[in-house]
């Protein structure tokens, strides 16, 4: 028994030689003794007295999610399907169960081990790319914005692998198009959706891509001036970006997130009173985000317009009702507005949500409470 052989491969891991003995075919596929095999422990140690086809399966799948160019690779996949050949489609459906409870770390090691398993099917990488879509909002909510912008760089990896297949798979367009509407790169998702009606066949998504190809084919330079806005703000030139943000309202004034984008740099400049006005005119324009809500009530706050901001928060939290950041914002109104119990109730509620927040651990310390 080799613990060794693979040291980057995480959790109880080790490998094993079974004897001669136990070759033998499993359909047509053939047991080599002379490959060593890894196997999964349980948490009790190297305890190998009831080794299983379990054992060894959860072994293969999780060196296959890490290492999926090891030397024996292509034997371990074989085997796996031998003994198992049901495997891929049940772990496909337990991971998308396990993404859409929200289980994200655990469905992302069963997509990684399925792309591991099929390295040329697209279905697991382009599961992964949502799944880094879903946990980049989720931190973008928990207002860990450094870190969802490293995770969304994972999605894009992932839409890159995707969209490098021949031949093409059509579902990686119709997801990317999306993708990159999120990121404001308006261009990039025309090209998206142009592709996908050129190589899709499920209609409901072909007329979707139809819409939103005809929507954003009428945007040229305006589009470039929004990302331009946007890009500058995002990187830290607030003072770039509201210019620009503030042409591109001029040339249609009529588009809520171009006032959002002026607000959001206003607000990053400290000028409260402009950024509020930008907001309250995003929300005239029918913005019902969360984000522009949030935003404004920043600028309330520091406005010292206490009820009004605590309003457009608790409009939020109905709209998303564990978004830390509005938690958060709740629980520094209410301390501002005296109420402590209620504020530590708030940031009571964000340790709930989000275990080991740096922020909420600090003010609860602030209020004396351990």
Known sequence: ????????????????????????????????????????LGQDGPDLSDLSWEMLVAGMLRLLAYDPDNLNASYYREFVL?????????????????????????????????????????????????????????????????????????????YKRLLAMDPPYPDAYFNAGFFYMKSHSYDQALRMFESYLSVGADEAKLAKASEIFEKLRVRTDTDALFKEAFDFIRMGKEEQGVTKALE???????????????GWGQRRLGRWNEGREAFLKALELGADEV????????????????????????????????????????????????????????????????????????????????
Request: proline share 7%; charged share 30%.
């Open 1 to 40: 028994m080799d613990e060794d052989l693979n040291p980057r491969i995480p959790g109880n891991i080790v490998f094993i030689e079974i004897p001669e003995d136990m070759a033998r075919s499993i359909g047509g596929f053939t047991v080599d003794p002379t490959i060593p095999l890894p196997v999964e």
């Open 82 to 158: 031998a003994v198992k050949p049901e495997i891929f489609t049940e772990l496909s459906e337990t991971g998308i169960l396990k993404a859409r409870n929200g289980e994200l770390d655990i469905a992302e090691e069963i997509f990684k081990a399925l792309g591991g398993l099929a390295p040329v099917a697209p279905e697991p990488t382009l599961n992964l790319a949502i799944l880094y879509e879903d946990k980049a909002d989720a931190l973008d909510r928990s207002g860990k914005e450094e870190l969802a912008e490293a995770v969304r760089g994972k999605a894009f990896e992932a």
């Open 248 to 262: 591109f309202v001029q040339s249609d004034p009529s588009i809520w997130n171009g006032w959002f984008l002026v």
């Open 291 to 370: 984000d522009v809500l949030n935003e404004l009530a920043i600028c309330e706050m520091e406005l010292d317009m206490l009820p009004d901001s605590r309003k457009h928060l608790e409009q939020a939290l109905r709209k998303e009702p564990e978004n830390v950041k509005i938690i958060s914002n709740l629980a520094v109104v209410s301390g501002r507005q005296g109420k402590h119990d209620e504020a530590t109730g708030f940031w009571r509620t964000v340790l709930e949500i989000s275990p080991g927040d740096e922020i909420a651990i600090a003010q609860l310390k602030g209020l004396g409470i351990d």
